[in-house]
């Protein structure tokens, strides 16, 4: 199958280790810098592109350094960039992701270059061409809260393609009913799943099956919550289960962990899986991502990916 990726692409600086106390400190040691790509979009299509599809983005960078770098990373990975566009008002979205002894992230960011993506951005040809069509980050991209998912959305299910959303949390709208703002939105989602974090800022309910019940009135096929450490909620509306994460890995930084989940959720899906299945897949790839730095560093090939799936899952089965 072929994947598009629309939203957020960013040139992520890792730090790490980082101390809590990092602002009491004069100086500290850290290992050497990492520069890598990062943002929902850009990670999920480096991803995709690691396990075997074929994958193109869409998104808005400058023509600066950062720019350039994630425009490279694409290339390397075998990522179609013909839908990026070019931003002249902003810089390309950046990051300082400070990372912790326990793995955990935080972010020093620029990024009023969100606010500049739009619907229109995104030409018919490039939704003609894949078989789903990803759009990350709603809630966090005004243009596209505000019409633009729905835009190409709805083009996207005319032609007959899958549409998959995720979230991020929005600190600026605190106030904002997001279940009836992003609505028109959700009318034409076939799959949605955010983070725990995410679903709750969006219904307001806190228990997984409460929350899922939300979405029950829009026309969805799958909906998901991803929880970290403690695995993830999916249901098809008709059935629902719990998926544990798989255990004994190591985590070393879990950014860009349910990034890596999305991905390997659609490369379950283009490879006959069912919802469920592929949430499990999807957990092994995740699994294998957090022992590495960076937000795609750690993600394995399909078939790495697959043998630890058939290994834990069938495992959990007995």
């Not at 290339?75 to 070019?86: A, D």
């Not at 106030?175 to 725990?196: G, K």
């Not at 929350?211 to 993830?232: D, L, N, S, V, Y």
């Not at 092994?284 to 058939?310: M, R």
Request: glycine share 10%; proline share 4%.
């Amino acid at each position: 199958m072929k994947m598009l990726c629309i939203g957020m692409m960013v040139c992520d600086t890792l730090l790490f280790p980082v101390p809590s106390n990092i602002l009491s400190l004069d100086s500290v040691k850290i290992d050497r810098p990492s520069v890598c790509c990062g943002g929902d979009a850009l990670n999920v299509a480096i991803g995709l592109a690691k396990l075997g599809n074929t994958v193109s983005i869409a998104g808005r960078i400058a023509k600066d350094a950062n720019g350039e770098f994630i425009l490279n990373e694409c290339r390397k990975f075998g990522v179609n960039t013909s839908g990026v566009v070019y931003e002249k008002e902003c810089a390309t979205a950046a990051s300082y992701v400070l990372i912790d002894e326990k793995g955990e992230r935080h972010f020093l960011t620029e990024k009023s270059i969100f606010a500049r993506l739009s619907g229109s951005d995104i030409d018919d040809q490039a939704i003609e061409e894949a078989d789903i069509v990803y759009i990350g980050s709603a809630m966090a991209m005004r243009e596209m809260d505000e019409g633009g998912i729905k835009d190409v959305f709805s083009r996207a299910r005319r032609l007959g393609k899958m549409t998959v959303m995720d979230a991020a949390v929005n600190l600026e709208d605190p106030e904002r009913d997001w279940l009836s703002f992003l609505a028109p939105a959700f009318m034409e989602t076939d799959v949605f799943f955010p983070s725990m974090d995410e679903a709750v800022k969006i219904t307001g309910q806190t228990e997984p099956e409460k929350i899922a019940e939300c979405f029950q009135e829009f026309p969805m096929r799958i909906f998901g919550i991803k929880m970290g450490a403690e695995g993830c909620f999916v249901t098809d509306f008709r059935e629902k289960r719990f998926i544990k994460c798989p255990t004994g890995l190591p985590v070393i930084d879990t950014t860009g962990a349910g990034d890596s989940f999305m991905a390997g959720l659609m490369s379950g899906w283009a490879e006959g899986m069912d919802p469920f299945s592929s949430a499990e897949f999807a957990s092994c790839v995740a699994a294998k991502n957090v022992g590495s730095i960076g937000g795609t560093a750690g993600i394995p090939k399909y078939e790495e990916a697959f043998d630890l799936y058939q290994s834990f899952y069938k495992r959990q089965c007995k």
